[in-house]
């Protein structure tokens, strides 16, 4: 039996057991996340652009997942890696969900998964599709294991066997995306390429195939996520917002948000951040 001091935490129909994941992991993902319904529900939700690729482990039924691309149609997935997204989607799930949420840096995913994260901006993929039967193998031992604790030490263990084999990124590519996340998305592409010693066009290019999104595009996401975090709290006017993400005015934050969230910041507001419970299939996304 595994002895990690993981939390259990009760979120009104939902449990959730939070760990940190091994030292070595966590420039790149903050905690591994098991959760599991109470009861079964079948729920839809709105899905946000955020900085961060996500991992779901399904160890319960397939999800019906919709991506902001419009060129790929949704479609039932099992265990999947959603890409960095500059838009909107949503899933519909049967209920009785259960399984495990990583929150993967883009860069940390391109290291983790061995791929240009270029590869699934706007999408998701099947995780045995960018893993191989591995990955199979993997969801297959977590479903099995006795405990919260000894599927966190599964992941430690898979994912610092694939922290050892994948490409790390460029020098400059991580210099860039750690000068655009410390400013929040407001440091500029020029300013970007001057720090670190590359062009413009060369840094856009670069920056896309492994981080998964421009560092324009990048930038934008985090200023919109930043908002939605302060949206959170409840303790800030629109307007003050606008004015702490460094948007032009109140008309412009809502503009972004119409356009990231598909909704207005009112409706965010009123309720659109938690799963709603439905009866309906995935026509009613």
Same mark, same amino acid.
């Given at each position: ?117 270029? %590869?699934? *901006?706007?999408?998701?993929?099947? #995780? +045995? =599709?960018?893993? &191989?039967?591995?990955?199979?193998? @993997?969801?297959? $031992? ?41 400013? %929040?998305? *407001?440091?500029?592409?020029?300013? #970007? +390429? =001057?720090?670190? &010693?590359?062009?413009?066009?060369? @840094?856009?290019? $670069? ?54 969230? &598909?909704?207005?910041?009112?409706? @965010? ?17």
């Amino acid at each position: 039996m595994s002895d990690r001091p993981f939390e259990i935490t009760d979120q009104g129909g939902w449990w959730r057991a939070r760990d940190r994941p091994h030292p070595a992991l966590r420039p790149f993902l903050r905690s591994y996340v098991g959760y599991w319904e109470r009861d079964v529900r079948p729920s839809r939700m709105r899905t946000l652009p955020t900085r961060t690729a996500v991992v779901i482990v399904n160890l319960g039924p397939p999800l019906f997942l919709e991506v902001p691309d419009p060129g790929v149609q949704g479609r039932e997935y099992g265990s999947f890696v959603a890409g960095m997204h500059d838009g909107h989607g949503g899933y519909v799930h049967p209920g009785g969900q259960r399984g495990i949420h990583l929150d993967l840096t883009p860069l940390g995913a391109y290291t983790l998964f061995g791929v240009p994260m270029a %590869r699934v *901006t706007n999408t998701a993929v099947e #995780l +045995a =599709d960018l893993l &191989g039967p591995a990955a199979d193998r @993997l969801v297959e $031992r977590l479903g099995a294991a006795p405990g919260w604790g000894e599927r966190f030490d599964l992941l430690d263990g898979f994912l610092l066997r694939r922290l050892e084999e994948g490409p790390d990124p460029d020098p400059e590519v991580a210099r860039a995306w750690d000068l655009l996340a410390r400013s %929040r998305g *407001t440091a500029s592409v020029a300013r #970007l +390429a =001057d720090e670190v &010693g590359w062009s413009r066009r060369h @840094l856009t290019h $670069r920056f896309h195939e492994q981080a998964g999104l421009p560092p324009k595009v990048m930038g934008r996401v985090l200023r919109f996520q930043r908002a939605v975090d302060l949206m959170r709290t409840g303790r800030a006017t629109l307007s003050d917002i606008a004015v702490a993400c460094r948007y032009y005015d109140q008309a412009h934050l809502n503009r972004e948000v119409r356009a990231l969230a &598909g909704c207005s910041p009112t409706e @965010l507001l009123a309720g659109r951040f938690e799963p709603q419970f439905v009866t309906t299939g995935p026509e009613a996304l």
